[in-house]
């Protein structure tokens, strides 16, 4: 079965909300003036959607995120659980899943990508199948993220650490098919170090 988030662990974080136990200490300082999370103010809740793979259908589960304000400057900052990825209505399981197959074999392409047991996974009403374009714009996603996480280790860090972060992932190396562009190519390097490597940061 592909990877996905379960009903389970979705409700279960539906229920924290709903019992005021999220609270911000768990996010980093405010991006815009860097206060300390641990002075956030709730600000507001949010509806989303989830997209949960379940025997081969794709179905929607609604979930309240919870946003909150830095009490300096502002800025609004939502709390992500550990299924989701900003902007992104399939869950962190299923968009690293997909992308990890992408990127571990050198011989597979977007199309066999979705391609799960022979099947491939699809919407229950409109019969809309899971699209090799998903996995094009999902690699690019976590490479930014990648991007973003190595700032903050490069800063947080002094440098060193960072620089054997860019050590590792020279090493890295990617088939010429895989990519037409400098840029791709270096999407894919990081998600590949990434899955190589078992980082696994907290990309939100």
């Not at 641990?38 to 979930?63: G, N, Q, W």
């Not at 060193?160 to 990617?174: D, E, G, W």
Request: positive net charge; charged residues 20%; contains cysteine.
């Amino acid at each position: 079965m592909p990877p996905t988030a379960t009903y389970e662990q979705i409700k279960a974080y539906q229920n924290q909300v709903e019992k005021n136990k999220i609270t911000p200490r768990g996010l980093g300082p405010c991006p815009r003036c860097h206060l300390e999370s641990i002075f956030f103010k709730l600000h507001a809740y949010r509806e989303r959607r989830f997209l949960v793979i379940v025997d081969m259908l794709v179905k929607a589960v609604f979930c309240t995120l919870v946003r909150f304000r830095c009490t300096d400057c502002g800025k609004t900052i939502t709390s992500y659980p550990d299924f989701a990825i900003p902007h992104k209505h399939y869950t962190r399981q299923t968009i690293e899943g997909f992308s990890k197959s992408y990127v571990q074999n050198d011989q597979k392409t977007y199309q066999d990508a979705v391609i799960v047991n022979d099947a491939v996974a699809e919407r229950p009403v409109s019969g809309q199948t899971l699209a090799p374009s998903s996995i094009h714009r999902w690699i690019t996603t976590l490479a930014a993220l990648i991007i973003a996480h190595q700032q903050a280790l490069k800063k947080s860090l002094q440098q060193k650490p960072a620089a054997q972060l860019c050590s590792h992932l020279s090493s890295t190396q990617i088939p010429e098919k895989k990519y037409k562009t400098h840029n791709r190519r270096h999407c894919l390097l990081r998600c590949r170090w990434f899955f190589e490597n078992q980082f696994s940061p907290s990309l939100q």
